[in-house]
């Protein structure tokens, strides 16, 4: 089930990030992680998994329930999180980011789902990007409905594009057998042709050229995590090197690790997910049955 190869890899992903999300690089080359930690950041327990997941599992929540894509339910759900604990490991949010949290402001003060969204350049974090995942596995998603659940939070073009390159990235993956250096290249040409034109295109020239000389940065911009997920994707070939690569980048650890995590899970399946790792993870049952949930709409859809 691909969903759930996906999804797991994800939130895993973002468990190993979640005790040293913030560290800097140096710090983690002096200590490097090699496994799930507990505390740390947040003093979280072990397997603790983040935002990220509990965005991505309330907006599968929101699909399953309607059984379709209802941009004011998924903004519903996303308000059950921030403000009641609900799609949280451990009944309390403990993290959001700065353009999310006004973006469900927003929503809350009477403006329209989709009208919630940041639109300045300065609005481009990763908090759309890192619960996209979801949509690649509805088979007849289109551009604009991907564009439109990113600017639930996030209505800037560079985050929409970001979200639709991840998108289409997983859905190669899904589809098709290829490297993954092929799935990549694939996908940019049909980003690169679709928005023809689109000035934002040029902030994502390294990817387009397969060209990260000038280094990998790791923090909270939605190009640098792209950057960064794609890099660590095209220099392991496994599973577990993929996510501990993205955590030891330093910086937005969890998301950086949780977006690498969903396309890691796609490509190299559950079974290379350390097991270890994932009995540890709180509420897997509830996860694996959402999944499954998810993938039966997504069958019948």
């Avoid at 935002?51 to 907006?59: G, K, L, Q």
């Avoid at 353009?99 to 927003?106: A, D, E, H, N, V």
């Amino acid at each position: 089930m691909k969903v759930k190869d996906g999804i797991c890899g994800f939130v895993v992903g973002d468990a190993l990030g979640v005790p040293v999300e913030f560290s800097s690089r140096k710090e983690l080359e002096k200590d490097p992680v090699v496994d799930i930690r507990e505390y740390g950041t947040y003093n979280q327990p072990k397997g603790t998994w983040s935002d990220d997941s509990s965005m991505t599992i309330a907006t599968m929540t929101s699909i399953v329930n309607k059984k379709g894509i209802d941009y004011t339910d998924i903004m519903e759900e996303f308000c059950k999180w921030a403000f009641e604990g609900e799609h949280t490991p451990h009944g309390e949010r403990f993290d959001i980011g700065n353009t999310t949290f006004r973006g469900l402001s927003r929503y809350q003060s009477g403006v329209e789902a989709q009208k919630c969204g940041g639109t300045s350049t300065h609005d481009n974090g990763n908090g759309s990007l890192m619960r996209i995942l979801p949509l690649a596995f509805i088979e007849e998603i289109d551009y604009e409905t991907v564009e439109n659940i990113s600017a639930l939070t996030h209505g800037h073009d560079r985050s929409k594009i970001a979200c639709v390159l991840y998108v289409e990235i997983a859905k190669s993956m899904l589809s098709n057998d290829l490297t993954i250096d092929e799935h990549i290249s694939n996908s940019c040409e049909k980003i690169k042709k679709y928005y023809e034109g689109n000035e934002e295109l040029g902030e994502f020239d390294r990817i387009f050229n397969d060209d990260f000389s000038g280094g990998i940065m790791s923090g909270g911009y939605v190009i640098d995590t792209i950057e960064a997920v794609i890099y660590c994707l095209k220099t392991t070939d496994n599973y577990k090197d993929a996510v501990l690569k993205a955590v030891n980048l330093g910086g937005d650890t969890d998301t950086t690790a949780c977006i690498c995590g969903g396309l890691a899970g796609i490509y190299y399946g559950f079974d290379a997910i350390p097991i270890d790792w994932l009995e540890v993870i709180p509420k897997l049952d509830d996860i694996l049955s959402l999944c499954e949930k998810f993938e039966a709409y997504c069958d019948e859809s």
